[in-house]
């Protein structure tokens, strides 16, 4: 059974950074790209970052470019989403997800698991 745990989400000033992990089980981790999302309080979840099998490549969505990084660790079965100078507009539940493809790694629908999420709060 495929799990993701998410930690690291938390309250933090405007400017502030955070770094959000998400450990993964129950599949060959390093065969399978992964990726971030977010969803606000009445808004739809929305692409945030991603990062191919090997982590050689990243795409990053345009509203965070610049401040968010995101990497992997294959031996420790983790990916990671550095977030810098948050901004309010940040706040959210941010998911992690993993894909079998790599045809549109920014839409959701191609992650097939999917974690429970962890709060990331911005204040002004």
């Known amino acids: 059974q495929v799990q993701l745990v998410e930690s690291g989400g938390g309250l933090v000033q405007a400017g502030g950074s955070l770094r959000l992990s998400c450990a993964a089980s129950g599949r060959t981790f390093s065969n399978y790209a992964m990726g971030w999302f977010r969803q606000a309080p009445g808004k739809e979840r929305v692409f945030v970052a991603t990062?191919?099998?090997?982590?050689?490549?990243?795409v990053v969505a345009d509203s965070v470019k610049g401040r968010f990084t995101i990497s992997r660790d294959n031996a420790k079965n983790t990916v990671y989403l550095q977030m810098n100078s948050l901004k309010p507009e940040d706040t959210a539940v941010y998911y992690c997800?993993?894909?079998?493809?790599?045809?549109?790694?920014?839409?959701?629908?191609?992650?097939?698991?999917w974690g429970q999420g962890t709060q990331v709060t911005v204040s002004s």
């Open positions: 997800a993993t894909s079998p493809t790599w045809r549109n790694p920014t839409r959701g629908n191609e992650y097939d698991y």
């Open positions: 990062i191919s099998w090997s982590g050689a490549v990243t």
